[in-house]
């Protein structure tokens, strides 16, 4: 029987969580600051701190809504906690994403909290529990992009204004890419819970392969890619952040390439 101790341990914030958001702090102050050595490392942990933060609060979303909506193994795991190591598949909710946002300037998600779906008998629970990542990943949408569509942003140094836009054109694509109602993704657990018994069965085995198929459309075939594209930059557009500004956001994360010569000028002012 868990005790009020335990109960307060399995959801105490994780000091790797706090430390992950502490450089997120420093970084982006260093960026804003241009108190760094090196400007393109300093968007780089900059952006990738707060890609990941994110995942985090997208995982705790999922996990919160599950264990008020009946799983109460929730706690246990650890997924209360905010710390990325309790994920079931670590490499799958924060490495791959990494990875792709390197690879294409891509918000792909990644894997989820382990949910014991047996344990929440309401189907408009079960999807909400589906529902509540892409949500937070909406949030931070609109905390990321604020400052542009408020109109805030005059003085702030250009590098951090382009690191800003990266790592909500990153949001944006996020809440897209996670509302698709692909297999795999939040999108489909949404409504699967309303889908019949039948087509539930056919479809799980093709489940684990989802997240792969839209990886494979997304870098191989240029005309989805493309399309997906268009379709960020209209929503980015629409908050008031121009393409100029997110390309220019993921050049200066790439610090191991050479800078273009127009974010180049444009940041050396």
């Not at 995982?59 to 706690?75: K, V």
């Not at 190591?85 to 990644?110: A, E, N, Q, R, W």
Request: charged fraction near 10%; proline fraction near 5%; include cysteine.
């Amino acid at each position: 029987m868990a005790t009020a101790t335990t109960r307060h341990s399995d959801r105490t914030v994780s000091p790797v969580f706090l430390g992950i958001a502490a450089i997120m702090v420093v970084t982006g102050w260093a960026v804003w600051t241009g108190f760094s050595a090196n400007l393109g490392l300093a968007v780089f942990l900059f952006v990738t701190s707060g890609w990941i933060v994110s995942l985090c609060l997208h995982e705790y979303a999922h996990a919160r809504t599950a264990h008020h909506g009946g799983d109460i193994t929730i706690g246990a795991k650890g997924y209360l906690t905010l710390n990325p190591l309790k994920y079931t598949h670590p490499l799958l909710s924060i490495v791959l994403p990494v990875v792709f946002v390197i690879l294409g300037g891509l918000g792909l998600p990644g894997g989820a909290v382990f949910i014991e779906q047996d344990r929440i008998r309401s189907r408009v629970k079960r999807s909400l529990v589906s529902a509540a990542g892409p949500l937070t990943n909406a949030v931070c949408v609109v905390l990321f992009t604020a400052p542009f569509w408020l109109g805030v942003l005059d003085g702030v140094p250009v590098s951090f204004r382009f690191a800003l836009a990266f790592l909500a054109l990153l949001e944006v694509s996020a809440v897209i890419l996670n509302f698709l109602p692909v297999p795999g993704l939040d999108g489909y657990g949404v409504i699967e819970p309303w889908l019949s018994y039948k087509i539930r069965r056919q479809i799980q085995p093709y489940a684990a392969y989802g997240l792969l198929a839209v990886f494979a459309f997304l870098f191989f075939v240029p005309g989805v890619r493309d399309a997906f594209f268009a379709l960020v930059h209209t929503v980015m557009e629409g908050l008031g952040i121009a393409q100029l500004e997110t390309y220019c956001g993921w050049d200066l994360y790439l610090f191991w390439q050479e800078q273009s010569a127009t974010c180049q000028e444009i940041v050396s002012g």
